[in-house]
């Protein structure tokens, strides 16, 4: 096993070793479109501590006895960085737009995050064909128009791929199913020509509840853990020197390697 491929399989092997849940079953009993999103960067050590600690009290998402499942986003943005530079200047008002392919199940949507009051996020998502994962129909269009226009935005008239990014991810929820646990590793960003890959040793974690305080984030207090501010397309920008102005993000960068 080559080092990279370490923080999967670790994360893979307590996903497996838990009971499974399904798709279905994660979705009808956790619906969390409008959540709290807590981020972390963990070595793989404060992974499985947070593991051994909340193990029993965890279930892991189960598609077709797989526990470990490949994602590609597509951010997309306006030639001058719109959006990124919403997000560097922290307006309250901000939001990303991106496709999601889901590789092992080919699924793919149209999504639009909204940050919202009290650092709420809300996500809205529709159907998108696999095929045009790099392009925003006319269909995907009028529904992020419609989503932004009901939060008092406007959809930017020029928006153009800008990144993608490509992990691995094993989703964790919670017994009363009212906190997922989302596990990225094997990050990669890409931009035309550009790659880089990131998180080669650690575990990108983010708790989404419908609570800010929670069981899983009080455990990763008790264990001195601290949340990071990350964002996996606005540090992809950085690293691939596709804007300026984003000094917030080089510690993160530095930790991701």
């Given at each position: 096993m080559?080092?990279?491929?370490?923080?999967?399989?670790?994360?893979?092997?307590?996903?497996?070793?838990?009971?499974?849940?399904?798709?279905?079953?994660?979705?009808?009993?956790?619906?969390?479109?409008?959540?709290?999103?807590?981020?972390?960067?963990?070595?793989?050590?404060?992974?499985?501590?947070?593991?051994?600690?909340?193990?029993?009290?965890?279930?892991?998402?189960?598609?077709?006895?797989?526990?470990?499942?490949?994602?590609?986003?597509?951010?997309?943005?306006?030639?001058?960085?719109?959006?990124?530079?919403?997000?560097?200047?922290?307006?309250?008002?901000?939001?990303?737009?991106?496709?999601?392919?889901?590789?092992?199940?080919?699924?793919?949507?149209c999504e639009l995050k909204l940050s919202g009051r009290r650092e709420e996020t809300v996500k809205r998502r529709h159907p998108h064909p696999t095929a045009a994962a790099d392009v925003l129909t006319p269909e995907a269009r009028a529904f992020l128009g419609r989503e932004l226009a009901s939060a008092g935005l406007a959809l930017p008239g020029s928006l153009l791929p800008a990144l993608v990014t490509g992990y691995r991810r094993s989703t964790l929820v919670t017994a009363d199913r009212r906190t997922r646990i989302t596990c990225d590793t094997a990050l990669v960003w890409t931009a035309g020509a550009r790659a880089r890959p990131a998180a080669r040793q650690q575990v990108l974690l983010e708790v989404k509840s419908a609570t800010e305080r929670n069981a899983v984030t009080e455990t990763l207090a008790r264990l001195r853990l601290r949340e990071t501010s990350v964002s996996k397309y606005c540090a992809g920008v950085v690293a691939l020197g596709l804007a300026p102005g984003g000094n917030r993000w080089l510690p993160v960068l530095r930790r991701l390697g």
């Open positions: 080559t080092a990279p491929d370490r923080p999967t399989a670790v994360v893979a092997t307590v996903a497996a070793g838990l009971p499974g849940l399904s798709l279905a079953e994660v979705v009808a009993g956790s619906e969390l479109m409008s959540r709290a999103d807590r981020k972390y960067v963990l070595r793989l050590p404060d992974f499985l501590a947070v593991a051994d600690v909340l193990g029993d009290r965890l279930l892991a998402l189960d598609i077709g006895g797989r526990r470990s499942f490949a994602y590609s986003s597509t951010y997309f943005d306006t030639p001058d960085h719109a959006v990124f530079r919403a997000h560097r200047q922290e307006r309250r008002r901000r939001f990303k737009i991106r496709t999601r392919t889901y590789a092992d199940t080919a699924d793919t949507y």
